[in-house]
């Protein structure tokens, strides 16, 4: 394998907003003598925490939620996937990625990073592809060590080079979350034979060392010569568990063990990646996948349906004990699901039309009569944690943080005390009704003949509604009749899963369905949902088009945090914000994970804090009779 040469990358593109930074106090690291390179060096370890220390030691045999004693290898385990995939390349803008190659229930089967993370800690990184990290004293550079046993699949070892490879490629070419992620870094530098150290533009983007440690590598022997940003049906070299041996597009995705893989004995692998084969197979609509896992042809099935939860689930199979359904309880935010209202269109550029149309969701009409009751409403970004503005008015910390932008968060936001209104559950609510009709006069909007038209400009409040699912646009239909009341046209548009990708990537709507996960240590992440840089670029999940000072600034101070305390105060800054930008109608949540298995297929007793993880389960009797 050539070489690739140790130059200088592009200096990065600075963030608007800067937020004062400091030592990586919260890694606890001890100074020792100063590199080569002049700069204070850090003790290198085999893992690392973004606050506080790693739960497990630097011996431990294998993560908790893993059960290397009981779990047997062998077998198949078949997934279903709604929608559909022409090729797989899951680092590119360019068409529809096969689910499974990076990240699929909780497994990095293809692709590996640096650092392997915990399900049952915040943010806490053990050693995967390199064995140790080293964070510089001033927080300006981190060096990573390789496992000189690291190989991909095609043998070849994981070098320096490739992780210079790799960061290169994506910050250029890659998705835009990852083209911001490390616009921070300005050098990369082999170090060693087993060693590579990235240099930042300064010590402010805490978290990005982490980031690093979970960034794919990538063999650079294999993409140096080709395009990288073209889509491909041809099955990748990584150094994972798994290698592609079947990529039908659109159909099955099959994914094989390798028995030489590298890593199999690691901590963070014991007990894990246990089935012989994964077999994802794609369905244009949750109800044919629903039928092919009644029949057996799907092994698990994460149910996200209260209907179906609490109605379908009958078939014998169930009642003969064959099928199980389980409800696993997280300590994760619960992220946010709601209507997206598109502020780059002119109809919900207005703050005021936005309230407006949270007001007109009628959450305990949908919930009654089309989720039996299973579901509770959403508030803010992170229900359920202590990341979440309700229930706790602003303390100094966040009043600091946002001083500099006044009246941007209101004044019940502010207190902890707003939520959503609460309707009598008809789909008309009269006092509902006529608050968010009076919003709606004070931002421009008269009723005439029944319906709701612009006062200066005549035009009608008429938008389009776009939907990915049935299941989605049934959900739309009784937004569409509440809007009605007030003579607002709400039409319905469902496309298959290609067309919603494509226009969701490029913004083409005026109101859409999404979901934001969460986790207990945001970071990095929220520059590509919600700063002004990623509302202008098309593929991330700035999906309201987001443009706030505020928020960038915030988003700054929540990547810059020192301790969980300034992460905390920073977080629920940011919830306040967007709650106050009403850029989403908030939806519901479920209050567990809702998974249904055959009992072919087995897991440990002990589930992980963010939920079930697919890598840790098996086929009974490793899939022999």
């Known amino acids: 394998m050539s070489a690739v040469p140790t130059l200088p990358l592009p200096a990065p593109i600075r963030r608007r907003h800067r937020v004062a930074g400091g030592c990586f106090a919260a890694f606890a690291i001890t100074v020792t003598a100063a590199g080569g390179n002049g700069a204070l060096r850090a003790e290198p370890r085999p893992a690392i925490a973004m606050h506080g220390t790693p739960l497990y030691p630097p011996d431990f045999p294998h993560f908790a939620y893993a059960d290397p004693q009981r779990a047997r290898k062998g077998g198949r385990i078949t997934m279903g996937v709604q929608g559909t995939f022409d090729q797989l390349n899951p680092f590119v803008v360019k068409g529809n990625a096969a689910v499974g190659m990076r990240e699929g229930s909780g497994g990095t089967n293809v692709y590996e990073s640096l650092m392997e993370r915990s399900f049952d800690e915040p943010f806490s990184l053990y050693g995967l592809l390199a064995e140790a990290i080293d964070v510089a004293a001033d927080g300006r550079s981190v060096e990573f060590r390789l496992n000189p046993a690291a190989r991909f699949s095609d043998r070849t070892p994981v070098t320096p080079e490739d992780v210079i490879f790799s960061l290169d490629t994506l910050r250029e070419k890659g998705?835009?979350?990852?083209?911001s992620n490390y616009r921070d870094v300005v050098?990369?530098?082999?170090?060693?034979?087993?060693t590579v150290r990235f240099a930042f533009v300064d010590a402010e983007n805490r978290e990005l060392p982490l980031i690093l440690a979970l960034m794919p590598i990538l063999p650079a022997h294999a993409w140096r010569d080709r395009d990288f940003e073209k889509t491909t049906l041809e099955p990748p070299i990584g150094s994972g568990p798994y290698v592609v041996t079947r990529a039908d597009p659109g159909n099955v995705l099959e994914l094989t063990r390798d028995p030489d893989y590298w890593g199999r004995d690691l901590p963070v692998r014991r007990g894990l990646y246990n089935a012989d084969t994964l077999r994802y197979e794609y369905y244009r609509d949750q109800n044919s996948l629903f039928e092919a896992f009644k029949k057996g042809l799907i092994d698990i099935i994460a149910e996200s349906d209260p209907a179906r939860w609490s109605q379908v689930y009958d078939f014998p199979a169930v009642a003969e004990g064959r099928v199980v359904k389980e409800a696993f309880v997280t300590v994760l935010p619960k992220g946010m699901t709601g209507f997206v209202l598109n502020a780059r269109r002119p109809i919900f550029a207005d703050v005021r039309v936005r309230e407006a149309m949270v007001r007109l969701y009628d959450f305990e009409w949908a919930n009654k009569n089309l989720y039996f009751g299973l579901y509770r409403r959403q508030k803010g970004y992170f229900d359920g944690s202590e990341l979440s503005f309700s229930g706790h008015p602003a303390d100094a910390r966040e009043t600091t943080l946002l001083a500099p932008f006044p009246g941007t968060v209101t004044a019940e936001v502010a207190a902890g005390t707003w939520s959503p209104p609460i309707t009598d559950g008809s789909g008309r609510d009269r006092a509902v009704l006529k608050g968010a009709?009076?919003?709606?006069?004070?931002?421009?909007?008269?009723?005439?003949?029944?319906?709701?038209?612009?006062t200066s400009t005549r035009e009608p409040f008429a938008f389009e509604i776009l939907a990915a699912t049935r299941e989605h646009e049934r959900l739309a239909v009784g937004y569409q009749r509440t809007l009605a009341a007030l003579g607002i046209e709400a039409r319905i548009r469902t496309v298959d899963a290609a067309q919603f990708e494509m226009r969701r990537k490029t913004f083409d709507y005026d109101m859409t369905m999404w979901s934001w996960g969460a986790s207990a240590s945001p970071g990095n992440e929220q520059l590509n949902r919600w700063t002004s840089r990623a509302a202008a670029t098309e593929g991330s999940l700035n999906l309201p088009g987001v443009a706030s000072p505020a928020v960038d600034a915030i988003v700054d101070a929540l990547i810059a945090s020192r301790a969980r305390e300034d992460l905390v105060a920073a977080a629920r800054a940011l919830d306040r914000l967007l709650v106050s930008g009403f850029h989403v109608v908030p939806l519901f949540h479920a209050p567990a994970q809702w998974v249904a298995r055959w009992t072919r297929i087995e897991h440990p007793s002990t589930m992980p804090k963010w939920g079930w993880t697919l890598p840790a389960w098996w086929v009974a009797n490793g899939g022999k009779e």
């Open 175 to 179: 998705l835009p979350f990852m083209r």
């Open 187 to 194: 050098r990369a530098e082999k170090t060693g034979d087993h």
């Open 437 to 454: 009709f009076e919003l709606l006069q004070t931002a421009g909007w008269r009723s005439e003949a029944g319906k709701l038209v612009n």
